[in-house]
């Protein structure tokens, strides 16, 4: 599917559409405006170290000593459509952890955090406030991201993406995406296709849906498995009888591209019909909340992660950090916002212990030449310096893994502690 040439060209001016009503940041409410510092708590240039594999840690304790390394994150934290509270509070725990774990370096880390309020303005402004700061790098997430990346690319300054939802981030050299959640669908495919002989699949009726589509088949075609039924729903739908009878009828398992509000709707309807089918969902929208809702019909789920679940092991200092620093405990943090926050300033870390004196420019040097080991929380490679040729648009996809999460009586639980490349996938080959 996505080797024919004029879908490769649709997918990657679509994606932002795509990702909107597909991809899970885990959506709540939360308040901020200009840029604040994470929690209580830009410099010269250089050249990166000469290691080429980082792997290393901020580590010990001690006093912390010289001018703070700073960072900023943008997001969409007080209001907008839709809001990510996490990012910020998993960034405030971030910046708490390494600080009292002995900075970066010896050096303190400062994280300021811009809510761009779901304005485009504002995140215009967000991304022109990292450039006069003079952060060392930007991280977060923004359905406004064409109106950040560009501001950025300008000024040479480095933005690692939690969830790259324009052409700008999947392309552009200052971009580092660690994970692209279109991955994501990929892995449904494939996943999918170890069990599934009859597969629907059910999306929200927006343009960009055959996009998707085209990813799962993608997918589901490299895992040897069959076309899937597919089933659109309005995107203000209320009663899911109809789509439910849909995706029930004459199939063994339904994949899901549906957000928490949609499946709190669409999972009483297919009970309802009597329903027996597997489930498949995305993280952060399958997640805790609907397992607990609906144990019945998620008994043997799979969520596809872009980072192994909050549950697995190599998690252990990002649970222990969010108790310590007293997060929101309502909000979900196994989820793309929360795991990819920690994740994108962990390769951001990693980085800037690389640099003899750390600043955009001499991250952004560093970036593009270095390999850096996330393992095992997230990719063992995380490189930029040969751009993903497989398919064109995806030039910085250079990292295409997922992990896998079940549900077992009403819990969700990890099903892959590792993540698994889907590579074949993204090619369409078996």
């Known amino acids: 599917m996505l080797r024919d040439q004029r879908r490769r060209v649709l997918l990657a001016g679509a994606v932002a559409a795509a990702l909107a009503l597909t991809v899970a940041l885990a959506a709540c409410g939360g308040g901020g405006s200009s840029a ?9 240039g250089g050249e990166p170290s000469s290691s080429s594999d980082v792997s290393s840690t901020s580590g010990g304790g001690g006093q912390l000593s010289g001018e703070p390394i700073v960072v900023m994150d943008i997001a969409t934290n007080s209001t907008g459509p839709i809001t990510y509270p996490e990012i910020f509070e998993t960034a405030g725990a971030y910046e708490e952890w390494v600080n009292s774990h002995g900075g970066i370096k010896g050096r303190p880390l400062k994280i ?8 485009p303005n504002e995140s215009a402004k967000c991304a022109r406030e990292a450039v006069s700061d003079e952060v060392v790098a930007a991280t977060g997430f923004s359905f406004n991201s064409e109106r950040i990346e560009p501001i950025l690319n300008a000024a040479k300054l480095p933005w690692v993406p939690i969830s790259p939802a324009s052409e700008e981030e999947l392309n552009a050299e200052n971009s580092f995406p660690i994970q692209a959640p279109m991955t994501l669908l990929i892995g449904l495919g494939e996943k999918s296709a170890e069990s599934c002989k009859s597969p629907s699949l059910v999306t929200i009726d927006v343009p960009s849906a055959e996009l998707s589509l085209g990813l799962f088949e993608s997918g589901s075609k490299a895992g040897g498995g069959s076309s899937a039924k597919v089933v659109k729903v309005p995107p203000t739908a209320q009663d899911y009888t109809s789509q439910v009878a849909q995706a029930a009828d004459g199939t063994d398992c339904i994949v899901t ?13 297919l009970q309802q019909g009597g329903g027996t089918q597997q489930i498949f969902g995305l993280q952060g929208n399958l997640n805790a909340k609907v397992a607990e809702k609906f144990p019945e019909a998620t008994e043997g789920a799979i969520i596809a992660d872009s980072w192994p679940s909050l549950e697995a092991p190599g998690w252990s200092e990002m649970r222990e950090a969010l108790q310590q620093s007293g997060a929101n405990s309502e909000l979900e943090y196994d989820s793309l916002a929360g795991l990819g926050t920690w994740g994108d300033l962990t390769y951001i870390t990693k980085v800037v212990e690389t640099l003899p004196e750390p600043s955009a420019a001499s991250f952004l040097a560093a970036a593009n030449k270095i390999t850096v080991d996330l393992a095992p929380i997230g990719p063992k490679v995380v490189q930029f310096a040969k751009p993903f040729t497989g398919v064109p648009g995806f030039a910085r ?13 009403g819990k969700v639980k990890p099903l892959t502690t590792e993540l698994e490349d889907v590579t074949n996938g993204w090619l369409g080959k078996p």
């Open 36 to 44: 604040t510092e994470a929690s209580s708590g830009g410099s010269g």
């Open 112 to 119: 300021l955090t811009c809510d761009d309020k779901g304005d």
């Open 257 to 269: 591209l549906l957000g928490e509000a949609n499946l709190f709707a669409f999972l009483p309807a």
């Open 397 to 409: 996809v250079t990292t295409r893994e997922v992990a896998y999460e079940t549900i077992e009586d």
